[in-house]
């Protein structure tokens, strides 16, 4: 079975990733779940590396893209800032242009991968 191919799509800035698939699609788990450790269950990836990338991500960007609020007895969480939700508003629409720039040339770059064994 041949599956449509996609390219991923990652924002570099020096040696840094500032933003790639991952780390978006943690930042939407983020803001749905509302909080780290119910992102990092959603997405299958311990607590420590969710922490981890939106630690990175926080330190990477001009302002906080997740705030933290500390546990007790109204419970803890996480949300996505105003500048995260920005951020990843950008993320994928520049994603999507660059998706429907090489649509065609990604469909022909296919044919020439060993499809067998492929998951």
Do not use: C, H
Request: aromatic share 6%; charged share 25%.
């Amino acid at each position: 079975m041949i599956k449509k191919s996609e390219p991923r799509l990652r924002i570099l800035v020096g040696q840094a990733t500032a933003l790639g698939p991952g780390k978006a699609n943690l930042l939407e788990a983020i803001d749905e779940k509302g909080s780290i450790s119910g992102a990092a269950r959603q997405m299958g990836m311990s607590y420590r590396r969710a922490w981890n990338l939106v630690y990175s991500m926080n330190r990477d960007f001009v302002g906080a893209i997740v705030e933290t609020n500390s546990g007790g007895k109204g419970g803890g969480g996480a949300s996505v800032t105003e500048l995260g939700k920005e951020v990843i508003q950008r993320y994928r629409e520049i994603e999507r242009l660059a998706l429907e720039s090489v649509e065609t040339q990604v469909s022909e770059f296919g044919l020439f991968l060993n499809q067998e064994g492929s998951d």
